[in-house]
């Protein structure tokens, strides 16, 4: 065999090799993220497409209407998520929605205006992602918002502010 043939042939294996390898690091790094920590994100929690039906759904059961305002890439916003919100309303214990501060995605609002996601945010004065808002069946702030995670005490500081909530609502009937 010509030594040119050859030459070919090593040099295609060696392509195979490469774009094998290729494909490994890029299927790594899609599980994994950049930081090599795995970026299996939480699923998110139900849309907040019309909070006036949230709200009212909410009432019904008794229950103020946790919004979760979260952003894209946000790994706070995934642990609340993962270890707070989602739990609970798995478990049918709070009527939470989310909504992403920084997109244009239609939404009713409580009083049953048209707006987008960004604009209910910036409208609610929602600055840092994520913060946990508490609402009544009218869209008004039932406890104070939980803003920013503050790891230490987080389960007990959204406890409090459910407990007021629900306090609020039950007074508001």
């Not at 010509?2 to 070919?8: E, I, K, T, V, W």
């Not at 994100?41 to 039906?53: F, G, N």
């Not at 998520?81 to 909504?99: C, H, K, W």
């Given at each position: 065999m010509?030594?040119?043939?050859?030459?070919?042939i090593?040099?295609?294996?060696?392509?195979?090799?490469?774009?094998a390898?290729?494909?490994?690091l890029?299927?790594?790094?899609?599980?994994?993220?950049?930081?090599?920590?795995?970026?299996a994100?939480?699923?998110?929690?139900?849309?907040?497409?019309?909070?006036?039906?949230h709200?009212?759904?909410?009432?019904?059961?008794?229950?103020?209407?946790?919004?979760?305002?979260?952003?894209?890439?946000?790994s706070?916003?995934?642990?609340v998520?993962?270890?707070?919100?989602?739990?609970?309303?798995?478990?049918?214990?709070?009527?939470?929605?989310?909504?992403d501060?920084?997109a244009?995605?239609?939404?009713?609002?409580?009083?049953?205006?048209?707006?987008?996601?960004?604009?209910?945010?910036?409208?609610?004065?929602?600055?840092?992602?994520?913060?946990?808002?508490?609402?009544?069946?009218?869209?008004?702030?039932?406890?104070?918002?939980?803003?920013?995670?503050?790891?230490?005490?987080?389960?007990?500081?959204?406890?409090?502010?459910?407990?007021?909530?629900r306090?609020?609502?039950?007074?508001?009937?």
């Open positions: 010509p030594a040119s043939h050859l030459a070919r090593a040099a295609a294996r060696s392509r195979r090799h490469w774009l390898a290729g494909a490994l890029a299927a790594m790094a899609a599980m994994t993220g950049a930081s090599g920590v795995s970026a994100r939480t699923p998110h929690l139900p849309p907040a497409t019309d909070l006036a039906a709200g009212a759904d909410a009432a019904r059961r008794g229950e103020p209407l946790v919004v979760l305002v979260s952003m894209p890439g946000c706070y916003c995934d642990a998520r993962r270890n707070y919100l989602g739990p609970q309303a798995a478990a049918g214990e709070i009527a939470v929605r989310e909504l501060m920084t244009d995605t239609p939404l009713r609002d409580a009083d049953g205006s048209q707006t987008t996601a960004r604009a209910w945010a910036r409208a609610h004065q929602v600055r840092v992602a994520p913060t946990v808002l508490f609402l009544d069946r009218q869209g008004r702030a039932a406890a104070s918002p939980l803003r920013g995670m503050q790891p230490d005490f987080y389960g007990a500081y959204l406890e409090q502010a459910l407990a007021q909530a306090a609020a609502v039950a007074a508001r009937k």
